[in-house]
């Protein structure tokens, strides 16, 4: 899976709406760079906002519900995640949303809403449980083995490294493509 760019809007302390765009030269370039800033300047809301618009919920936070959104920035009354991304089956699009009633900071939480959609537009899955079900299989990657894999925030790479060998061959081989070589060398022996 290769991330194209995330937009977001009103999640943790970045209220109003963000944009990342990963194709960028200046991301594309190098190939590899580092969010950095001080405690609290929204490091990690940018990836919660790749988890939210990908699966629907994030590591920290685990689900979001119609009773309890942790994730909504203060005195707002609506937010969203999306993402593009592709795999070596097209592009993608998908979208998360919550609001409150009347889209007012005091209104009641509505439920939250999760679609993923081709590059064409149309819609292929919605709701959070199909959407994240369709992920895993043009990813290979569920929730968990994304936040493992891709992630790594906060703590999670002392957890990726006391993961057993089998278990971060798996994940390296992913990220990295070399799955290929290991079913090569089986053939072979």
């Given at each position: ?45 940018i990836l919660d906002a790749v988890c939210l618009g990908l699966y629907g ?40 949303s919550q609001h409150r009633a009347r889209r007012r900071h005091d209104g ?71 799955e290929i070589y290991i079913r090569i060398s089986m053939k072979v022996h």
């Open positions: 899976m290769r991330i194209l760019g995330i937009r977001f809007k009103n999640l943790n302390s970045l209220t109003g709406e963000w944009q990342v765009d990963f194709t960028h030269p200046d991301y594309a370039s190098d190939g590899i760079f580092a969010i950095t800033g001080p405690t609290g300047s929204g490091k990690t809301t919920r994030t590591p920290r936070l685990d689900k979001v519900t119609k009773g309890s959104n942790e994730i909504m920035s203060r005195q707002t009354g609506e937010c969203f995640a999306e993402v593009d991304f592709e795999t070596q089956q097209g592009r993608y699009r998908c979208h998360w009641e939480l509505q439920p939250a809403r999760h679609e993923i959609a081709a590059a064409s537009g149309a819609v292929l899955e919605s709701g959070i449980t199909p959407v994240g079900e369709f992920i895993a299989k043009v990813t290979g990657m569920d929730f968990e083995r994304f936040t493992r894999s891709m992630l790594l925030a906060q703590g999670g790479f002392a957890v990726f490294l006391q993961a057993g060998s089998e278990d971060r061959s798996q994940i390296l081989e992913q990220i990295t493509g070399t």
